[in-house]
């Protein structure tokens, strides 16, 4: 007896992929990487001193923080209200409560880590080389999406690759090179989150009171 | 589970392609509601129904009726027995479609 294989790794990937259906996370990161482009905007405000280089990369790491924790609250506002009338509510399994914080703590020193990294390369292999290098990092993190069989994520990290590529050739001075990267990294983000919404919204309507279902 | 699992030893509850469909979306979530089935299924209001009363009298699925509003909700979530049903299944699929080398342990 034979039967053909069901396609369960397909299906498995489904609730994860329904996450990103509606663009609202997308629009989300885009949000959090304007708000970087701010935090490099205020740092050169600040009046120059040996510990600017140290306010930064905190700045941002609290930034990173704050942004995921609001994005993710507003993210699943929105879903109450646009995307689970329309085609279903879903939980997600949760990790446990000491995983969690640990999660937590990774993420804030991998923020920490990583906007030190910046500052140090900034030093050493100089300003200009450092929107190539966030570009290709944050590049790799979208096209990592790719496990959900998404190309819009793609799209976005080719993006995110050039506009690191562009402002290198560039080089605008320090920190509009910054500014500008997460600047037009977040629009990017925005836009392409905006597009999926769009096109969610057209294909998809509210349940209706009278046709709620009755299993 | 005998070393060498035959199409026979498949769960027919769960082998049962909509069945199927349902319990993996499932497993792969803490909790759904009918219209996220119904949306991703493609299935009918009743055919969908009929399959979640099966799975519900074999112990695999269990469901919650709550209210959204003034809109009725029926919650879907995989029991353990049905997580277990699931890792099961695919375990002895994945030995009759790939089955072991002969003399691999």
């Known amino acids: 007896m034979t039967s053909p294989q069901p396609p369960l790794n ?6 994860q992929r329904y996450w990103y259906a509606d663009g609202l996370t997308e629009m989300a990161v885009g949000g959090i990487f304007l708000l970087v482009a701010l935090t490099n905007l205020a740092a050169w405000l600040l009046p120059p001193g040996p510990w600017q280089n140290l306010t930064l990369p905190i700045l941002q790491a609290l930034v990173i923080i704050g942004g995921v924790q609001g994005a993710r609250a507003l993210v699943r506002y929105l879903k109450e209200r646009i995307t689970y ?3 279903g509510w ?7 409560s000491s995983r969690r914080w640990l999660l937590a703590g990774l993420t804030f020193i991998l923020a920490a880590s990583l906007a030190f990294l910046m500052v140090a390369l900034g030093k050493t292999v100089g300003q200009r080389w450092l929107p190539l290098v966030s570009g290709f990092l944050i590049a790799f993190a979208t096209a990592s999406g790719w ?3 998404l190309a819009r994520l793609l799209i976005l990290a080719l993006y995110t690759l050039g506009v690191g590529v562009g402002l290198t050739l560039l080089a605008p001075p320090d920190p509009l090179d910054a500014v500008l990267f997460f600047s037009l990294v977040g629009l990017g983000w925005l836009t392409s989150g905006g597009w999926a919404l769009w096109t969610y919204l057209r294909h998809t309507h509210p349940l209706d009171e009278d046709k709620a279902e009755h299993a | 589970m005998s070393a060498t699992p035959r199409w026979q030893d498949l769960d027919r509850l769960i082998h049962e392609p909509a069945r ?5 979306l499932l497993y792969a979530v803490e909790e759904a509601d009918f219209l996220y089935l119904l949306h991703e299924t ?3 209001k009743g055919n969908l129904s009929t399959h979640l009363s099966k799975l519900e009298e074999a112990g695999y699925v269990r469901i919650t009726k709550t209210f959204r509003g003034k809109i009725p909700r029926t919650l879907v979530a995989l029991t353990p027995e049905g997580r277990q049903a699931f890792e099961t299944y695919r375990q002895r699929l994945s030995h009759l479609i790939h089955p072991p080398i002969q003399g691999d342990p």
């Open chain 1, 10 to 15: 397909e299906w498995l990937r489904r609730p």
């Open chain 1, 85 to 87: 009338p329309r085609t």
């Open chain 1, 90 to 96: 879903v939980t997600y399994r949760q990790p446990s």
């Open chain 1, 147 to 149: 496990r959900l069989r």
């Open chain 2, 20 to 24: 199927l469909m349902i319990v993996t």
């Open chain 2, 42 to 44: 493609g299935l009918t």
